[in-house]
């Protein structure tokens, strides 16, 4: 009786050996795999930063570069199966980003994406809540070009705070946009003053208006349409007219259109 008990647990403890080094090599083999899985993408994904530009009018962004972290990943995704979302990446950053760049004026996003921002200089508050549901109508998002008095008044119209932009001169009218939306937005360079120094000091971002239409919007974004701009847009009652059949116009051309905050990251 002895005997049998003592052949009765090794055979136990030998059916346990095997299933516990199954368990051990079926494992390993799904970490190789993911191993292989997170190196093969990243050699498709991995790009370094592609830079930017200087120009007299200011300096046009480069693009971030991007490295798959392999270890955070792999940690990420141990013992299951590749998955996409759980990549992680390490930043490269460009020389010419807005972080590092304060103290000049941006003009343009990168030129290496299909991406536009559309900004709406309101002024008059007659027509820009109805540009804005253009917009909406079209799936895309536009910004606004605000003074701190029209910021007050017309801040609770306003759905998303993110996309509006400074039209100040001094820096009374700054700490007060400040006090609204703290420091989460960018100053734009009026003809009348140059506000890159007193912006710089709130750490804001500054940017000079290149392309501004007045009027006949459809046909003068024709002409400047491009990877990275900015393009500013008078509230008049003929811009609203002709917004929707623009935007469908640039989006036919192969463009996004994105808030100012993603062109610019």
């Known amino acids: 009786m002895k005997n049998y008990n003592k052949y009765f647990l090794i055979c136990i403890f030998t059916l346990f050996g ?6 051990i090599i079926d494992y ?3 970490n190789n795999v993911l191993l292989v899985s997170i190196n093969n993408y990243a050699k498709d994904f991995d790009y370094k930063c592609r830079e930017g530009s200087i120009t007299t009018d200011g300096i046009v962004l480069g693009l971030t570069g991007l490295k798959v972290n392999k270890d955070r990943s792999y940690n990420n995704m141990k013992g299951t199966l590749f998955n996409e ?19 000049k004026y941006i003009i343009k996003g990168n030129d290496y994406v299909n991406n536009i921002s559309l900004v709406i200089d309101v002024d008059n508050l007659k027509y820009y809540r109805k540009m804005l549901k253009v ?50 937005f960018y ?4 003809s009348e003053q140059d506000i890159i120094e007193m912006c710089k000091n709130k750490k804001v971002n500054s940017i000079n208006i290149i392309n501004y239409i007045s009027d006949n919007l459809l046909s003068n974004t024709k002409k400047i349409l491009d990877k990275g701009v900015i393009i500013f847009i008078k509230e008049t009652n ?9 935007i469908k116009y640039i989006k036919s051309r192969g463009y996004n259109i994105v808030s100012i905050n993603e062109l610019l990251s």
Do not use: A, P, Q
Not at 187 to 190: A, G, H, R, S, T
Not at 239 to 245: A, H, K, Q
């Open 135 to 184: 917009g909406e109508n079209n799936d895309i998002e536009l910004n606004l070009l605000m003074n701190f008095n029209n910021l007050r008044n017309e801040i609770d119209n306003i759905d998303n705070h993110s996309n509006i932009l400074f039209k100040g001169k001094n820096k009374e009218e700054l700490n007060d946009f400040i006090g609204i939306l703290h420091n989460e």
């Open 238 to 246: 003929s811009n609203l007219n002709e917004l929707s059949s623009t």
């Open 85 to 103: 979302k759980l990549i992680e990446y390490d930043k490269n950053d460009c020389i010419l980003n807005k972080e590092n760049n304060l103290d």
């Open 187 to 190: 100053c734009v360079k009026n």
């Open 18 to 23: 095997f299933y516990y080094i199954n368990k």
């Open 28 to 30: 390993s083999e799904k």
